[in-house]
């Protein structure tokens, strides 16, 4: 069964960088969209950023200019890079990916990033 894994979540000053890495395994033909989300407590899940199987990316408002998003098709990975990290950037972060043979999106079990002021 496909299902993805994040990692490097962490504690950062405002103004540093994290890198998250998601990686997916199983079931793993046919990956369509990957993307990311985030969820702060008390705040509903947003998309951060996607990023289509051609490579097409779309970004949150709040976080264009300063995020970037990539995949590596090949090891079933997407990243993301965050520079230049706020304080309201803090929240889990939640992978997610489409399984176009399933018709469904599997999700990670989040990591946390804490941005200090």
């Known amino acids: 069964q496909l299902k993805v894994v994040e990692s490097g979540g962490g504690l950062v000053q405002a103004g540093g960088s994290l890198r998250l890495s998601c990686l997916a395994s199983?079931?793993?033909?046919?990956?369509?969209?990957m993307g990311w989300y985030r969820q702060a407590p008390g705040k509903q899940r947003e998309l951060v950023a996607d990023i289509s199987s051609g490579g097409g990316s779309k970004y949150a408002d709040s976080v264009k200019g300063r995020f970037t998003i990539s995949r590596d098709n090949a090891k079933n990975t997407v990243y993301l890079q965050m520079d230049s990290l706020k304080p309201e950037d803090t929240a889990v972060y939640y992978c997610t990916a489409y399984s176009m043979i399933y018709q469904s999106y599997v999700w990670g079990q989040g990591t946390q990033v804490t941005v200090s002021s």
């Open positions: 199983g079931s793993t033909f046919n990956i369509g969209t």
